[in-house]
């Protein structure tokens, strides 16, 4: 596979091509989270037109004991990155996290969760309030920003950065490997459960209904108003302490490495929260934010609001052009299999589409391949461009994808999940799938393949 380099926000190859990405998360959030399904599951990856998987890995796998690296877990995650490769799939190496360590859900070891004994409950109607609702989770949180010595003495970001190392040392020649991220979706600590108190008690001075454990009754200009007001601090910690984790981390793998950092900002942006991301000084990084609805997780899909979804992803179009990096939409739907699905994946397609945007999906699960739900994450886009992508759109009703690009001289390659009529040259993949090849000659370009 060629290696992505970047020409301001857009992924080009070796070849010159401008490539868009499109994938999966994939996660074992169990113990000793091998992917032993992978293999099996990555040619349908292939025919679906799947060219990205974010692959999460765990702390507590890679480094089971302070400043011990288990190599055998690293080598069968190397195996399959090449499995992978062997596909036309590119990686991201996302270590993962939620709740911020295994003893909770999954993320640092034992070693490294420096809870102090402290209170956490044994249940909550969703996994992510325990976030706010438990002191162990803050107080673990709290001491690894503070870089709290280990049982040997070292400071946990300092065992952090340690590790890093040797992770990108281990996968420095896959070059299926565009970017290593450092921490999903990282969690302030104390900071969150402040906020969050000081902005509700202003809501409740304004609005005396308002109830944050109950988003549903909440209408969307008083949720954007009080996320405004907690915004302002998760700034300020963005500005300061994550990207001084994020330059920590990215010195530690320039030592051996140059695979871009993939920063996605702080747990709370995945709402319309905007984030304090800034640039890494030597420009190799991608900006990969997510975004959910609030009733993600719930059992309340029956209120999804498309209009929520909308606007927050306007404000990641703010952020991705203020940064002017290549983005990836690292996590987004997480939806059940349900009749409405396909109809909210669609939703997300058409955002996608406009903002010329790579993305994975979260997240796979063995059984996806044959269920009618998910069949809308199979759709026609422009995988590698000779030239310059201006624009496309995917009409699933009508089996039609329409394409305009600025061409140079050259052939680029477009996923279809169907086999287009005419006399085009394609590669099929399947009985109803191909790669549709296209020769160009300079010039603008614009097509509807059917």
């Given at each position: 596979m060629e290696k992505l380099h970047f020409e301001g926000n857009r992924f080009v190859d070796a070849s010159g091509h401008q490539v868009l990405l499109h994938g999966l998360n994939v996660l074992n959030r169990q113990r000793p989270h091998l992917y032993p399904d992978l293999d099996r599951a990555l040619p349908?990856?292939?025919?679906?037109?799947?060219?990205?998987?974010?692959?999460?890995?765990?702390?507590?796998?890679?480094?089971?004991?302070?400043?011990?690296?288990?190599?055998?877990?690293?080598?069968?995650?190397?195996?399959?990155?090449?499995?992978?490769?062997?596909?036309?799939?590119?990686?991201?190496?996302?270590?993962?996290?939620?709740?911020?360590?295994?003893?909770?859900?999954?993320?640092?070891?034992?070693?490294?969760?420096?809870?102090?004994?402290?209170?956490?409950?044994?249940?909550?109607?969703?996994?992510?309030?325990?976030?706010?609702?438990?002191?162990?989770?803050?107080?673990?949180?709290?001491?690894?920003?503070?870089?709290?010595?280990?049982?040997?003495?070292?400071?946990?970001?300092?065992?952090?950065?340690?590790?890093?190392?040797?992770?990108?040392?281990?996968?420095?020649?896959?070059?299926?490997?565009?970017?290593?991220?450092?921490?999903?979706?990282?969690?302030?600590?104390?900071?969150?459960?402040?906020?969050?108190?000081?902005?509700?008690?202003?809501?409740?001075?304004?609005?005396?209904?308002?109830?944050?454990?109950?988003?549903?009754?909440?209408?969307?200009?008083?949720q954007a108003e009080f996320m405004d007001l907690v915004s302002t601090r998760f700034l300020d910690w963005d500005r300061t302490v994550l990207m001084d984790f994020y330059r920590r981390i990215r010195n530690a793998v320039r030592e051996v490495s140059d695979k871009p950092i993939v920063t996605g900002g702080n747990i709370y942006c995945s709402t319309d929260i905007?984030?304090?991301?800034?640039?890494?000084?030597?420009?190799?990084?991608?900006?990969?934010?997510?975004?959910?609805?609030?009733?993600?997780?719930?059992?309340?899909?029956?209120?999804?609001?498309?209009?929520?979804?909308?606007?927050?992803?306007?404000?990641?179009?703010?952020?991705?052009?203020r940064l002017g990096l290549p983005t990836i939409v690292g996590e987004w739907g997480a939806f059940p299999s349900r009749s409405f699905t396909n109809d909210l994946i669609r939703f997300m397609n058409d955002i996608l589409e406009k903002n010329l945007w790579s993305d994975t999906y979260c997240e796979y699960h063995a059984g996806m391949e044959l269920d009618p739900n998910f069949t809308a994450l199979r759709r026609a886009y422009p995988m590698e461009i000779s030239g310059q992508l201006l624009s496309y759109h995917y009409d699933e009703a009508a089996s039609a994808l329409d394409l305009t690009y600025d061409a140079k001289p050259g052939e680029s390659k477009i996923y279809l999940p169907f086999i287009p009529s005419g006399s085009y040259n394609t590669v099929r993949l399947s009985d109803s799938s191909c790669f549709c090849l296209l020769p160009s000659i300079e010039g603008r370009i614009r097509i509807t393949i059917r």
């Amino acid at each position: 596979m060629e290696k992505l380099h970047f020409e301001g926000n857009r992924f080009v190859d070796a070849s010159g091509h401008q490539v868009l990405l499109h994938g999966l998360n994939v996660l074992n959030r169990q113990r000793p989270h091998l992917y032993p399904d992978l293999d099996r599951a990555l040619p349908w990856f292939k025919t679906s037109g799947f060219n990205l998987i974010r692959l999460g890995i765990f702390w507590d796998a890679v480094e089971p004991e302070p400043g011990t690296i288990d190599f055998t877990y690293l080598d069968e995650i190397l195996r399959l990155v090449r499995a992978a490769a062997s596909q036309g799939i590119y990686v991201i190496l996302d270590m993962h996290q939620d709740l911020f360590a295994q003893k909770f859900i999954d993320g640092a070891p034992d070693w490294a969760c420096l809870d102090e004994g402290a209170y956490h409950p044994d249940n909550c109607n969703l996994w992510y309030e325990a976030y706010l609702s438990s002191e162990a989770i803050i107080k673990a949180a709290d001491n690894f920003w503070a870089n709290a010595p280990a049982e040997d003495g070292v400071g946990l970001l300092d065992h952090y950065a340690a590790m890093w190392k040797e992770i990108a040392r281990v996968f420095d020649d896959c070059d299926n490997v565009i970017g290593l991220e450092p921490m999903n979706e990282p969690f302030m600590g104390s900071l969150a459960r402040a906020s969050f108190g000081a902005a509700t008690m202003q809501m409740m001075t304004k609005i005396p209904t308002f109830d944050l454990t109950h988003p549903e009754t909440i209408d969307p200009a008083a949720q954007a108003e009080f996320m405004d007001l907690v915004s302002t601090r998760f700034l300020d910690w963005d500005r300061t302490v994550l990207m001084d984790f994020y330059r920590r981390i990215r010195n530690a793998v320039r030592e051996v490495s140059d695979k871009p950092i993939v920063t996605g900002g702080n747990i709370y942006c995945s709402t319309d929260i905007p984030t304090g991301l800034e640039l890494l000084e030597d420009g190799l990084q991608i900006y990969a934010p997510h975004g959910y609805d609030s009733v993600v997780d719930s059992d309340r899909y029956n209120a999804y609001n498309k209009d929520n979804v909308a606007r927050l992803y306007a404000r990641k179009r703010v952020d991705a052009d203020r940064l002017g990096l290549p983005t990836i939409v690292g996590e987004w739907g997480a939806f059940p299999s349900r009749s409405f699905t396909n109809d909210l994946i669609r939703f997300m397609n058409d955002i996608l589409e406009k903002n010329l945007w790579s993305d994975t999906y979260c997240e796979y699960h063995a059984g996806m391949e044959l269920d009618p739900n998910f069949t809308a994450l199979r759709r026609a886009y422009p995988m590698e461009i000779s030239g310059q992508l201006l624009s496309y759109h995917y009409d699933e009703a009508a089996s039609a994808l329409d394409l305009t690009y600025d061409a140079k001289p050259g052939e680029s390659k477009i996923y279809l999940p169907f086999i287009p009529s005419g006399s085009y040259n394609t590669v099929r993949l399947s009985d109803s799938s191909c790669f549709c090849l296209l020769p160009s000659i300079e010039g603008r370009i614009r097509i509807t393949i059917r």
